[in-house]
Nanobody, 125 residues
Framework: QVQVVESGGGLVQAGGSLRLSCAAS????????MGWFRQAPGKEREFVAV????????YYADSVKGRFTISRDNAKNTVYLQMNSLKAEDTAVYYC??????????????????WGQGTQVTVSS
């Protein structure tokens, strides 16, 4: 059974940093893109970042470009999201997801098959 578990969320002041981790287990994920999404209260879930299966390509939402960095360690089946210069509007539950089709990196949630339970990030202004 595939399991995806996020960690690293918490409360931070505006301008601060957090590093989220996502550990996947149950099968090998090295051929699949991995992504981060977030959902703020009262809003729909939105794309944050995606990294290709090899780690060679990344793509970010405009709202986080230049502040967030996605990376992965295939030996550990783990993906990371380094979040710097956090803003109050970054407050949300952050979800990690594994791509549904090998070698394909998308930005839409239907392109991802396995999801974690989410980790709360709260940025105080």
């Amino acid at each position: 059974q595939v399991q995806v578990v996020e960690s690293g969320g918490g409360l931070v002041q505006a301008g601060g940093s957090l590093r989220l981790s996502c550990a996947a287990s149950g099968r090998t994920f090295s051929n699949f893109a991995m992504g981060w999404f977030r959902q703020a209260p009262g809003k729909e879930r939105e794309f944050v970042a995606v990294i290709s299966w090899s780690g060679g390509s990344t793509y970010y939402a405009d709202s986080v470009k230049g502040r967030f960095t996605i990376s992965r360690d295939n030996a550990k089946n783990t993906v990371y999201l380094q979040m710097n210069s956090l803003k109050a509007e970054d407050t949300a539950v952050y979800y990690c997801a594994v791509g549904k089709i090998p070698l394909v990196a998308g930005t839409q949630d239907y392109e991802f098959g396995s999801w974690g339970q989410g980790t709360q990030v709260t940025v105080s202004s």
